[in-house]
């Protein structure tokens, strides 16, 4: 497995619990693809189910607590100048 230890990738289940979320939550990130790119997929009962790199979720800046992450503020609203 190329010297990664089989515990080292994470399921959806485990991928919540490692972040402290709830299932429900990061299937929602994963859904809107605010969640890191699964390292790979792997086959199980018949399907191809996304595995995560534990530290690929370390890495990653989890969407905060309300934020809009679909909007983003134009240059003249920030700058008091304008």
Same mark, same amino acid.
């Given at each position: ?6 515990? !080292?990738?994470? =399921?959806? %289940?485990?991928? &919540?619990?490692?972040?402290? +979320? &709830? &299932?429900?939550? *990061?299937?929602?990130? +994963? ?6 790119? /699964?390292? #790979?997929? %792997? ?7 996304? +595995?995560? #790199? @534990?530290? !690929?979720?370390? @890495? *990653? %800046?989890? /969407?905060?607590? =309300? &934020? #809009?992450? !679909? ?10 100048? +304008?």
């Amino acid at each position: 497995m190329n010297g990664m230890a089989r515990d !080292d990738l994470v =399921g959806n %289940e485990a991928a &919540a619990a490692h972040i402290g +979320v &709830a &299932a429900s939550t *990061w299937r929602s990130y +994963v859904a809107r693809k605010q969640a890191p790119q /699964p390292y #790979r997929r %792997e086959v199980s009962g018949g399907h191809a189910l996304p +595995v995560w #790199r @534990r530290r !690929d979720l370390d @890495r *990653w %800046e989890r /969407p905060g607590r =309300g &934020a #809009r992450t !679909d909007l983003t503020q134009k240059a003249e609203d920030t700058d008091p100048s +304008v």
